[in-house]
């Protein structure tokens, strides 16, 4: 059976629109509404969303006085402005405490053609360091659709991670989907891979490819990077004695480095993070360059067996 | 018509509020005399006349807000706060102190009464967009001012938030420019020149009224002037003079973050007008 292919995008865009029947729910975009689906939005709702020109720190700032307000604002760019280019924005409204949504799409260096400069590799790194802030990446488009749709109930100010690339789905209609709660996704007793967003299917297809060589591996997706589910990575930690963690960003302030934080403090575990070794990515086709960066089911195999041989 | 009245219980309220800046900043022995003096006779017009609230119902969906994008002239606004009775003020003692409600930059989940929290420049203007925008949102008819300084008008964001409130046609915000002229590292044209401010704003599509900011009629007629315009939102560009009313600091840049010593309150109290 061929497996249905989404971006997460697509998955906020879906997500949004049903998001819509709550009248306080309003949206705005800077310029990017057709590249972060939040145009979904605008087609449905047009009085409830703003475009706020290519401006992301007004953009965000704005948001902040519709969240004081009583409106639930999404604020929609690509990752890397969205919260690079807004981060003084965004941080006097985590000290505000307020409502506002951020919405990052095009995250990562799966972003492609693009380049270095579009290609957010620190973003999840610059939102989790703001203390009140939730980070969300959904591992797929269902995900995505759910991720969203809880963040209107949600209070507080969030950061949703989406990408743009098409990658399979792999959760179902009927999981649930709790902001704070990691999932296991496959069980295993000899590692546990630890990944996020586009990582989590290839830490699936790496996982059944290890399985063949008799090796039991765990797979989790932490959908919530903050606050992050601490009891199932301990469990994890406890059960296998071995972490790779995966993920599309540096592995300096991202998913690696909180899972290291949690386990060098609590249960120190041997581990290994992939993800991009601190440098800037480059233009190329999102697949050539998950190859070059070894973003890879591959090098999740690979990783997994040296990680063993350290146990 | 012009008010005598009025005006001068609005005087005397300055004065008060003039002497409780100069007060609290001296017992905390840090903070922004300078530009919180400046924006007093504007403020005081805003809390104790123009501005439609209450310190009783201070999340009244209805109520006129007042949002201090400079976040520096947070002595002023928790002098007008206090002679406005969201909180005792006595508490004003505790600016800046470990524990107050009353931070070095106002924090809106501190502090009842402060609508936005601010400090970080250039940020205030965007907010008061989003405020604006959600009153016409809710179809509601409440005013949304904001202050900003001329210092602050050198960050880019003020800019961004400029050409978003006249395309949105937020007749329902005024701000304020207090222009006095004065930053930390010295005049405003020599650290980097933000004139012709007036012909940039309309410019940028707002309707520009420019006043004498310590003169009372002429703040409360542009007030007045701003709730008439329509489809476009209004800036009043005050010119006022750093450090107004209290002599020894009056046009100085030194002033800016600096408290009065101790020994030296009583003198500058009593030289206050």
Known sequence: MEIKKEATRDGFGKGIVKAGSNKDVVVLDADLAESTRSIKFKEKYPKRFFDMGIAEMD???TAAGLAASGKIPFACSFAVFATGRAYGAMRLAAISELNVKIVGSHAGIGTGEDGATHQSIDDISLARTLPGMTVIQPCDSLEAEKATLALVKHKGITYLRTTRSKIPIITKENDTFTIGKGTLMMDGKDIAIIATGTLVHLALEAAGELKKQKISARVINIHTIKPIDKEIILKAAKETGAILTAEDHNIIGGLGSTVAEILTENYPTKMKRIGINDEFGQSGKPDELYQKYNLTKENII???KALLRRK | MVD??????????AIKIR??????TTKAQSGHPGGSLSATDIMVCLYFHKMKHTSKKPDDPNRDRFILSKGHAAPALYACLAQSGYFPVKELDT???????????????KLPGVEASTGPLGQGLSFANGVALAGKIDKKDYKVYCMIGDGESQEGMIWEAAMTSPHYKLDNLCVILDHNRLQIDGKVEDVKNIEPVKDKFKAFNFNVIEIDGHNYNEILHALDQADKTKGKPTIIIA??????GVPMMENKAEWHGKACKPGEL???LESVY
């Open chain 2, 4 to 13: 005598n009245k009025l005006i001068n219980n609005l005087k005397d309220i």
């Open chain 2, 19 to 24: 002497k409780n800046i100069l007060t609290a």
């Open chain 1, 59 to 61: 953009m965000v700032g």
């Open chain 2, 239 to 244: 010119n006022t003079i750093k450090g107004k």
């Open chain 2, 266 to 268: 009583d003198k500058c």
């Open chain 1, 302 to 304: 690979k990783n997994a």
């Open chain 2, 95 to 109: 600016l800046r102190q470990l524990g107050s409600r009353l931070q070095g930059h106002p924090e809106r989940i």
